[in-house]
């Protein structure tokens, strides 16, 4: 069973960047949709950025488009959040996700299969 890691994150001030990258253990990434998501406190999870099966493009959620990168690397089988003019409103959990199947809807987290475990992200003066 293939499962995500994740590495970065961390606390930084207002306009900083962080970079997050996502990892399979015990196999490889699916060749379908991975996406970012992230959940802040009290709040539900939200979609980020994915990067589409079959070179169908890139996807954003509004409030991040023109601030982050998303980017799927195959020869190393990583997927990456490249995270730049970073805001307080961006501070959350961030995680990774994979499907193992043909998607439509890469907005809806629960059209993924594969969950990273999870990396905090604070943005704060």
């Known amino acids: 069973q293939v499962e995500l890691v994740q590495s970065g994150g961390g606390l930084v001030q207002p306009g900083d960047s962080l970079r997050l990258s996502c990892a399979p253990s015990?196999?490889?990434?699916?060749?379908?949709?991975v996406a970012w998501f992230r959940q802040a406190p009290g709040k539900d999870r939200e979609f980020v950025a994915a990067?589409?099966?079959?070179?169908?493009?890139?996807k954003y959620a509004d409030s991040v488009q023109g601030r982050f990168t998303v980017s799927r690397n195959n020869a190393r089988d990583t997927l990456n959040l490249q995270m730049d003019k970073l805001r307080p409103d961006d501070t959350a959990v961030y995680y990774c996700?994979?499907?193992?199947?043909?998607?439509?809807?890469?907005?809806?987290?629960?059209?993924?299969?594969?969950w990273g475990q999870g990396t905090q992200v604070t943005v704060s003066s």
């Open positions: 015990g196999g490889s990434l699916p060749p379908y949709t």
């Open positions: 990067v589409r099966w079959l070179g169908g493009g890139l």
């Open positions: 996700a994979a499907s193992t199947k043909p998607i439509l809807e890469l907005l809806l987290d629960s059209k993924y299969d594969l």
